[in-house]
């Protein structure tokens, strides 16, 4: 589903990933895995074509990333960012609506709108749809994204999704949901899903394969139980393995 | 009371866009009325009655076309240009902050202006008026791009840098168009102090005509771009995921904000706050969608610098007090209320 070869970002001459190379199939769950400053949201912004590598090459179903456009990305991969912060007083519902940006109108359509209802219901704040975006909790705001981010492929099969740190601010019930609602996108509509995670337990859970990054560098990758193990986490996160328990 | 009244507006659905349309036309019809309200007013009254039943004196035509339509007609197309680059600066800075005034770029095409009268010479007519106007236009946009790039020293956007940068800005346009003043010769000085002060006094067709010219084409290139406006409201990273192109749209508002902002500055000097405070109202009436904003930040823009501009030669008759002394004595409390508010988290 996406490949990348031999990816490395440098910006002002540092270094921040380093001959990266992954393969994705169609359907899975991929963790990325590694202490702050690994340089994980800067491989989830090269994966998803926002920012270009500064050598590698990264496929996409086939095709480079350097062949699509910002609409043809947009209707075959969503991201969802660590924050989002809005200072303006819109509704839980237009944001929601944005997710649709990628349509002829922008969002506001009444499918547009339809659609957003629908995904605000499948993270469960549908009731707060009137509800001004700064008056929610940071979890509920964290729902709200999801949903839109899940409205921008609404149509879409086999898409791509992108997940920084999605569960940073959810209580733990809206955490399972969370990779429930992925679970069941990635097994009926064929979605691929790219997740950056922090809690390991979860990650070991949810994942089928993850790569773990250290500095910038593949630390290891492959099959999940194979790859979190307690030697692993002691060495990445350089902790006494006396601490770990798996 | 206000609250209640958005919560009204806010709901979404199809009939949004006709609720959108009804306030766009309330807007309209207040500005309307306003407009001829504000040119039967002035040192010559022109009874009112008359002026609907068409029965007017040859000596009140002549006050009313040669004085007051140019007079309230300016004020109208500078407030709609104030309005208008408040509300898309507002949205491209995504801070309800960013007034042109205060970040500076009023500052650079007022210097860009100065320049131009004293290296250039006052130039009148037609051609004197575009090249003032794209003067500013030129220094306006060079700010706006520097502030942007300011804000975001520190890898994200921050607000303090914004704020900080403007007054740097701010404080380096005031001493250079100082100087200039300093250098220029007796004639020059009295342009740039004549024009520099914010005043509508002394407007002509011609002035009109140009704002027009560029002011309206650029509300309307904006009002294209509002929908992309809300979505950019996300953050940059988020509306490129979303698949709006930020950067054509980053260009595109700063180019037509520059134009409105540098064809005011050119046409009225500095005048301040309107930026802010209209797009500021229309929010908190009626929601923050820029649909809505944008056409209404022109209207009612042009309304309140209409109403300011018509207290400021009626207040002290018969003498004038510049109109951006007016706006900046009650947009400045407001800025300070709209900063508590906002530390407050209440925007």
Known sequence: ??????????????????????????????????????????????????????????????????????????????????????????????????????????????????????????????????????????????????????????????????????????????????????????????????????????????????????????????????VITANAISELYEISISRVHI | MISALRRHFTSEGLNTKSQYTNITLGLGILLVFLLVIASTIGAIQIPFQDLVTGQLSEFDQAVLFNIRFPRVLLAAIVGAALGVSGAAMQGLFRNPLADPTLIGITGGAALCVAATIVFVGPIAGYLGLYSLSFAAFAGGSVTCLIILRLSRLSGTFSVTHMLLAGIALNALTFASSGYLSFL??????????????????????????????????????????SKELNVLLLGEENATYIGIDTQRLKRTIVVCAALCVGMAVAVSGVIGFIGLVVPHLIRLMFGADHRLLIPGSALLGASLLLLADTLARTIAAPTEIPVGILTSIVGGPFFLWLLIRQSKGGI
């Open chain 1, 1 to 226: 589903m996406i490949t990348a070869q031999n990816l490395s970002y440098e910006v002002n001459q540092k270094q921040i990933l380093r001959d990266i190379s992954l393969e994705v199939t169609q359907g899975e769950m991929f963790g990325i895995l590694g202490p702050n400053g690994a340089g994980k949201s800067t491989l989830l912004k090269c994966l998803s074509g926002y920012q270009k590598p500064s050598s590698g090459d990264i496929l996409m179903d086939g095709v480079s990333l350097e062949n699509l456009n910002l609409k043809e990305l947009a209707c075959k991969r969503a991201v969802l960012t660590q924050q989002v912060v809005v200072n303006f007083p819109f509704t839980v519902l237009q944001i929601a609506a944005m997710g649709r940006g990628h349509g002829a109108d922008f969002g506001n359509s009444s499918v547009d709108f339809d659609i957003a209802k629908q995904a605000l219901e499948l993270t469960e704040v549908l009731h707060l749809q009137d509800r001004q975006m700064s008056s929610l909790s940071g979890g509920e705001q964290q729902r709200v994204h999801m949903a839109r981010v899940l409205a921008q492929l609404w149509d879409k099969n086999d898409a791509l999704l992108f997940l920084d740190e999605p569960t940073s601010s959810l209580d733990l019930k809206h955490q399972f949901l969370l990779f429930d609602i992925c679970k069941d996108i990635a097994a009926r509509r064929g979605f691929t899903i790219i997740v950056v995670l922090h809690d390991l337990h979860m990650a070991r859970r949810v994942c089928d394969s993850v790569l773990m990054l250290r500095e910038g560098r593949t630390f290891s990758k492959g099959n999940v139980q194979e």
């Open chain 2, 184 to 225: 220029s010769d007796d004639q020059q000085l009295r342009a740039i102090s004549f024009w520099s002060m914010g005043s509508l006094g002394g407007a002509l067709w011609e002035p009109v005509i140009v704002a027009m010219t560029i002011v309206i084409p650029c509300i309307i290139a904006i009002s294209r771009k």
